[in-house]
Structures are given as structure tokens and as C-alpha cells.
């Protein structure tokens, strides 16, 4: 480790950087005891801790100030030592599977810096798979802008998330407070699908009204049957008709039947939930990535393509294009035409992920591109994953010597520190051609 300069601030990040994990001037140990594995003895230093924590100071100037070991049962030892970065680093390194366990350490111990930082790397890694335990936890520690980027994930990709394992495993708050959403992208019949949770929790394949109400409780009245038809109602009954009483199904027959009929066992919204549209008042982030003109014309291809990765999740919202020319004899001229694409958008499948061997489509459109820059809004925004690049492939018949003369950014920040990087024969170069002049995101 090399030395540190005279700046303070470097001193004491060496000084931490030294005393992280080590045994030197340890005065405290944390002691964890994994089944059938040896166990394991962290080694940290008191007076660091207290400073940082007013849990940690209570404890070691109390009935632990003579004491040099504490038993940690709650956690394993990697995830406290994710922990222990915080009061010894000052840049941290959190992983996917620890960060809300850390978190909800962090809360313990009275350390709001940690519970931030954790909060700002589960919303940029939020998925399918992690979003119910991350939507837990921000209920249980009032976490408003981490609850706020769950159900956007969950309102998103609803069938996704309710076939994950995290909605599986989730705890029956958690279970509550997605029933009471708004807007989910699934129908009424759909979201019965719960049930599965019912089943998980209750190990019981055959559902009865004492198993669910036993489980659900009042949280069961919160299925909007009113926006449901009596067919899609009746397709219930051969899988379900056990847990309603003669009662509900008399009170879901009228409510359906009769628009004006207030029922006094379940919700009375009538509103489809996937009919509601949550963008509107969305931040939009506009990664423009026009750069200069160039003399030298890119002629335009029949397929063109568009490769990008972020680095947080956000939801793809659309894009612009360049302007186009006819050229002719080194000379542009502005030509009054529009071309026809058949626009697909592809999740590209990543070595890592073995489940991922083929690329996913996530949106096939047709539009229309003119010769003037042109705006192109999907019909419903797209989930983009950090994790992965992304491919738009516009399928086209542009005219003879159909070109532009723009240079394209091939990396984009914004001010809210959002990096939209763009992949291509150019990736170690500052600049690149192509059709694709911004693309517009909803940030979560």
C-alpha cells in the first residue's frame, strides 16, 4: 500500500484502508457461528465504530465497554463486512445479493449514510428477481424512493415479478401493499394468479376460503372484481370457487352487473388497473448525443442498428433520429421524403447468464422516419437493465445515396450522473455514425 500525502482527507483513507479487516490494534471482535463451518472472528476497532454510530457508542461505553467479542447471529460474516466498509472506507463495494441485508444494518446501527448509499445501488440494480425483497425492505424502514422504484418495476413487468422467487418468498406486507397498487400491467384475472403465493406460503395446492383468508386476510378485498366481465369471472370458479363464500359471489356477481351497486366486501374501484398510465408525470432523461457535422456522408444501410448500455435501470421511453439528405457530387441536398422501418428493440443475451443463450425481443412497431429529425415514442415504455446491452434495429429502404452528415456521441452523461455508453466498431473511439441521434428515458 503505497503512503499517503499530506492531505488529510488521504491520510485517513489510508488509515482506514490499513485497518479495514485486520488484526492490527483490533480491539473487538464480531464472532459468527455458521452451521456445521467453523466459525469466524471479524476483527474491527471500537473507537472507529463509535465515532460513526451512536448504537456502536452506547454499546462500547456501557455494558460492552469492557467486553472484546460480540456474537452475531442475524447475519453472515460477508455481509457484515460489507458493512464494516462504511466506517473504515471511503469508497464502498456492494454486492447484489448483500446490499438490502447491509441496509437493514445499517437502520440497526443507526448509520443513515449507509441506508443512502444502499438505497441508491438497489435502485440502480433493481430486477424481476430482487424487487419484491427491496420493496419489503422499503416498507419496513419507510424508505419512500425505494418503495416509489419497486412499483415501478412491479407496475412494469407485473407477470415477471409474480413468477419471480422474490415474490414467492415475500412476506405478507409486502403481499398487501401490491394488491393495493393502482397500476399493474396485468388484467384483474391475471393478478389472481397471487394465489401461487397463497399455495407457497400455505403448502397446500388446494385452496379453501379458511386457507385464504387465513393468509390474505382483508388484503382478499382488494381484487378489483368489478372491473372484471362475468366471463372473466367465471373463469375463476373451476380453479377457485372454493374461496368465495355464497355471499361473494353474490356480492361480485351484482357488482359486475349492476355499475351503480356498492359493494361492502371488496373494493368498489371499477378502474383497470392496466389501463392506467403512470408516465405522465415521469422525470424524463434526454440523452442527446449529437455532436458536429461532418463533409463526409454516412449513406444510410437497410438494416441500421443502435447498440447501448446504461448504468441504472430506467425505462426506455423512445428516440430521435438525424436528419436526412440526398447526396450527390460532394454536395447535400435537403430532400422532402420519408422512409418506412419496421423498428425492433432486443435485450442481447450476455455470456454470464446462462438462461439467456438467444436475444430477447421486447418491442416490434412499424413507423414512419422523415427526412427532418425525427421523434419516435413506444407505445409502452421499456425496462432497461444495467446488466445488460441493448440492440434497435430499423429495418429500412432508404432512396439512392440517402445519407447524413451527423458525428454521434458514442458515450453520454447527464447532470443526474445517468452514462448511456454506445457499442459498435467505433466503441474505442469519441465519436460514431449511425441514425440513432438521442434516446429518451423515465428514470425510477
Not at 474491527?44 to 456502536?56: E, I
Not at 438525424?322 to 441536398?333: D, G, K, N, Q, T
Not at 428493440?345 to 412497431?365: C, F, G
Not at 425525427?374 to 407505445?379: D, E, H, I
Request: charged share 25%; glycine share 4%.
Amino acid at each position: 500500500m503505497s503512503s499517503p500525502s499530506d492531505d488529510p482527507n488521504d491520510i485517513f483513507a489510508y488509515i482506514g484502508k490499513k485497518l479495514y479487516l485486520s488484526t492490527e490494534l483490533a480491539d473487538v471482535h464480531f464472532v459468527f457461528k455458521p452451521k456445521n463451518e467453523p466459525i469466524v472472528r471479524v476483527p474491527a476497532h471500537k473507537t472507529l465504530l463509535a465515532a460513526a454510530s451512536n448504537v456502536f457508542a452506547t454499546m462500547f461505553n456501557g455494558s460492552w465497554k469492557e467486553k472484546n467479542e460480540v456474537l452475531i447471529v442475524d447475519v453472515s460474516a460477508a455481509v457484515f463486512e460489507e458493512f464494516l466498509q462504511f466506517f473504515y472506507l471511503d469508497r464502498v463495494q456492494l454486492t447484489k445479493e448483500n446490499a438490502g441485508k447491509v441496509m437493514n444494518l445499517g437502520n440497526m446501527y443507526d448509520m443513515g449514510t449507509c441506508m443512502t448509499v444502499c438505497e441508491k445501488f438497489m435502485k440502480r440494480h433493481l430486477d424481476e428477481e430482487n424487487v419484491c425483497e427491496y420493496y419489503g425492505l422499503g416498507i419496513l424502514l419507510d424508505r419512500p424512493g425505494l418503495t416509489s422504484a419497486c412499483e415501478d418495476i412491479i407496475g412494469a413487468e407485473t407477470m415477471a415479478v409474480l413468477k419471480s422467487a422474490s415474490f414467492q418468498n415475500c412476506d405478507k406486507k409486502t403481499m398487501d401493499a401490491i394488491l393495493k397498487l393502482d397500476w399493474l400491467s396485468c388484467s384483474e384475472i391475471e393478478l389472481f394468479e397471487v394465489m401461487s403465493w397463497v399455495k407457497t406460503a400455505s403448502k397446500k395446492e388446494i385452496l379453501t376460503k379458511r386457507i385464504v383468508q387465513s393468509r390474505l386476510g382483508k388484503s382478499f378485498q382488494d381484487f378489483r372484481f368489478g372491473s372484471m366481465t362475468l366471463n372473466e369471472y367465471a373463469t375463476l370458479i373451476p380453479s377457485y370457487g372454493k374461496t368465495f363464500s355464497f355471499d361473494e359471489q353474490q356480492d361480485i356477481i351484482q357488482m359486475i352487473a349492476d355499475e351503480d351497486f356498492e359493494s361492502k366486501m371488496f373494493d368498489g374501484n371499477r378502474e383497470k388497473r392496466c389501463e392506467m398510465d403512470p408516465w405522465d408525470m415521469r422525470e424524463l432523461v434526454e440523452c442527446d448525443r449529437f455532436r458536429s457535422c461532418d463533409e463526409e456522408p454516412y449513406f444510410v444501410q437497410n438494416l441500421e442498428t443502435t447498440t447501448f448500455s446504461i448504468n441504472e435501470a430506467a425505462f426506455l421511453s423512445g428516440f430521435s433520429t438525424v436528419r436526412l439528405y440526398e447526396y450527390a457530387h460532394s454536395h447535400f441536398y435537403k430532400e422532402k421524403y420519408y422512409l418506412s422501418a419496421n423498428i425492433t428493440i432486443v435485450r442481447i443475451s450476455i455470456a454470464t447468464d446462462p438462461s439467456s443463450d438467444e436475444d430477447v425481443v421486447l418491442y416490434k412497431e412499424k413507423e414512419t422516419l422523415y427526412s427532418r429529425p425525427s421523434q419516435v415514442w413506444l407505445t409502452n415504455p421499456i425496462f432497461i437493465k444495467p446488466s445488460f446491452k441493448y440492440e434497435i434495429r430499423l429495418k429500412l429502404k432508404p432512396p439512392k445515396n440517402c445519407a447524413s452528415d451527423s458525428l454521434l456521441k458514442s458515450k453520454v452523461r447527464t447532470d443526474f450522473d445517468f452514462i448511456l455508453q454506445f457499442h459498435g466498431d467505433e466503441d474505442d473511439q469519441d465519436v460514431s455514425r449511425g441514425l440513432i441521434s438521442q434516446l429518451n428515458f423515465y428514470r425510477i
